[in-house]
């Protein structure tokens, strides 16, 4: 009852039941509890059964928790472990018993011995062959999960530290060209990091050159907390943004909401007024993103389980938009009276192309937009990225507020 996900164990809390079973043991079979409770025939049997018991509970509640891509529901719970009780019987009457306490002691030697040798040349076998990356269900789960991963960026995250001087891990800049000059700065958290192979594929086929720069807060002058070393460098990543002149299109992409409830709210609302005007005085062209959709699931339970034909996968796969505009009712009044100054600056309402009229979808077809609850794979932002294109030429979904 005591012990959780955040309790360390083992550790001093393994004494309790370790210090229990001695106690037990060191009462002796007269004790009460040994004598009638320990001693019943139904204790005595999960006894016999403990071992097998201990072996089969637990795949069958981690392969229960892998299919459900969660803690699996209390009915499932109960059913896997009901089932170990069944199994652990069969196991230990059919398999224990014959091979601890049956004859032909020889041929259950020649048998056991055969069967881990079998094994150890299976094991074998598929690590030679680089685990059968062949077998149409790799092929599968591959492309599934590449929805789920981060993709390398290393081939333009260090020349575009190299070429600006950053020399920490958290000195996060992209560059897609990084011999040539970037036209547009797109600046945020990590929900401005999700769109980068987007916006790139955009302003490329455009011939711009985007450049990425992590913030944490994208705002000029927001206090950073105690060992916060990515907002200690936000304003030096902002200032880059201002101070180049190529630049001409500063976009600004981030997961903080705006309210009004709260005097760091309202800092907030006027660190990102105080931004956007910086910007566009220095004549900049500023695109504020609105956020993607927080989803209330996570993205791989849409996900069928290869080679399990009973696995469920979460349909629809998607979330009420009824809940998630009621989440950001009041970060959007507060955006929308931030750009209402400001009639040069446009939005791009992203969560347009992700929801309908009734769900926010975290799959179209047969494509996963998530990685997670709250950021995008890489075929969402390529998707985004191509609305983003189609919003500034057709003029739809980059709109004043």
């Given at each position: 009852?005591?012990?959780?996900?955040g309790?360390p164990f083992?550790?001093w809390?393994?004494?309790a039941?370790t210090?229990g079973?001695?106690?037990?043991?060191?009462?002796g079979?007269?004790?009460w509890?040994?004598?009638?409770?320990l001693?019943?025939r139904p204790m005595?049997?999960i006894?016999?059964?403990?071992?097998?018991?201990?072996l089969?509970?637990?795949p069958l509640l981690?392969?229960?928790?892998?299919?459900?891509?969660?803690?699996?529901?209390?009915?499932?719970r109960?059913?896997?472990?009901?089932?170990?009780?069944?199994?652990?019987?069969?196991?230990?009457?059919?398999?224990?018993?014959?091979?601890?306490?049956?004859?032909?002691v020889?041929?259950?030697l020649?048998?056991l011995?055969g069967?881990?040798?079998a094994?150890a040349?299976?094991?074998?076998?598929?690590?030679?062959n680089?685990?059968?990356p062949?077998?149409a269900t790799v092929?599968?789960?591959?492309?599934q999960?590449?929805a789920?991963?981060?993709?390398?960026?290393?081939h333009?995250?260090?020349p575009?530290?190299?070429?600006y001087?950053?020399?920490?891990?958290?000195?996060?800049?992209l560059?897609?060209d990084?011999d040539?000059p970037?036209?547009?700065a797109?600046?945020?958290?990590?929900h401005?990091?999700?769109l980068?192979a987007?916006?790139?594929?955009?302003y490329?086929?455009?011939?711009?050159?985007?450049?990425?720069?992590?913030?944490r807060?994208?705002?000029?002058?927001?206090?950073?907390?105690?060992n916060?070393?990515?907002?200690?460098?936000?304003?030096q990543m902002?200032?880059?943004?201002?101070?180049?002149p190529?630049?001409?299109?500063?976009?600004?992409s981030?997961?903080?909401?705006?309210?009004n409830?709260?005097?760091d709210?309202?800092?907030?609302?006027?660190a990102l007024?105080?931004?956007?005007?910086?910007?566009?005085?220095a004549?900049?062209?500023?695109?504020i993103?609105r956020?993607?959709?927080?989803?209330d699931f996570?993205?791989r339970q849409c996900?069928?389980?290869v080679?399990?034909?009973?696995s469920t996968?979460k349909a629809?796969?998607?979330?009420?938009?009824?809940?998630?505009?009621?989440?950001?009712?009041?970060?959007?009044?507060?955006?929308?009276?931030?750009l209402?100054?400001?009639?040069?600056?446009e939005?791009?309402?992203a969560p347009?192309?992700?929801?309908?009229?009734?769900?926010c979808?975290?799959?179209l077809?047969?494509?996963?937009l998530y990685?997670?609850?709250?950021?995008?794979?890489?075929?969402?932002?390529?998707?985004?990225?191509q609305?983003?294109?189609?919003?500034?030429?057709?003029?739809?979904?980059?709109?004043?507020?």
């Amino acid at each position: 009852f005591r012990i959780g996900e955040g309790t360390p164990f083992p550790g001093w809390w393994a004494l309790a039941p370790t210090i229990g079973t001695a106690l037990v043991l060191g009462a002796g079979p007269d004790a009460w509890p040994n004598r009638v409770l320990l001693s019943s025939r139904p204790m005595v049997w999960i006894g016999l059964i403990s071992y097998p018991l201990y072996l089969w509970h637990w795949p069958l509640l981690s392969f229960a928790r892998i299919v459900e891509s969660a803690t699996p529901a209390l009915a499932i719970r109960v059913a896997a472990l009901a089932l170990s009780f069944g199994l652990a019987t069969l196991t230990y009457l059919w398999v224990e018993k014959p091979i601890r306490f049956g004859g032909r002691v020889r041929g259950k030697l020649i048998a056991l011995s055969g069967a881990m040798v079998a094994v150890a040349l299976a094991g074998g076998f598929v690590a030679l062959n680089q685990r059968l990356p062949w077998r149409a269900t790799v092929q599968t789960q591959l492309t599934q999960q590449r929805a789920l991963v981060l993709q390398d960026e290393s081939h333009i995250s260090n020349p575009c530290k190299e070429r600006y001087g950053f020399d920490e891990t958290w000195e996060l800049c992209l560059l897609d060209d990084v011999d040539a000059p970037p036209t547009v700065a797109l600046v945020g958290d990590s929900h401005g990091h999700h769109l980068v192979a987007g916006l790139r594929e955009h302003y490329r086929s455009r011939g711009g050159n985007l450049l990425y720069l992590g913030t944490r807060l994208p705002f000029w002058d927001v206090p950073a907390r105690r060992n916060d070393d990515v907002q200690k460098v936000t304003n030096q990543m902002l200032d880059l943004a201002l101070q180049t002149p190529s630049i001409e299109t500063v976009v600004i992409s981030t997961k903080v909401k705006l309210h009004n409830r709260s005097p760091d709210g309202r800092q907030l609302a006027e660190a990102l007024r105080s931004t956007v005007k910086r910007y566009v005085t220095a004549g900049k062209k500023v695109v504020i993103v609105r956020d993607v959709p927080r989803l209330d699931f996570q993205p791989r339970q849409c996900l069928r389980r290869v080679a399990i034909p009973v696995s469920t996968t979460k349909a629809p796969c998607a979330m009420p938009r009824e809940s998630f505009e009621r989440t950001t009712a009041h970060h959007d009044a507060l955006l929308g009276s931030v750009l209402r100054q400001f009639p040069t600056v446009e939005l791009f309402d992203a969560p347009s192309y992700l929801c309908d009229e009734e769900l926010c979808w975290a799959m179209l077809e047969e494509t996963l937009l998530y990685r997670d609850r709250d950021h995008l794979s890489t075929d969402g932002s390529l998707y985004l990225g191509q609305k983003f294109g189609l919003g500034l030429l057709a003029g739809a979904s980059l709109r004043r507020w």
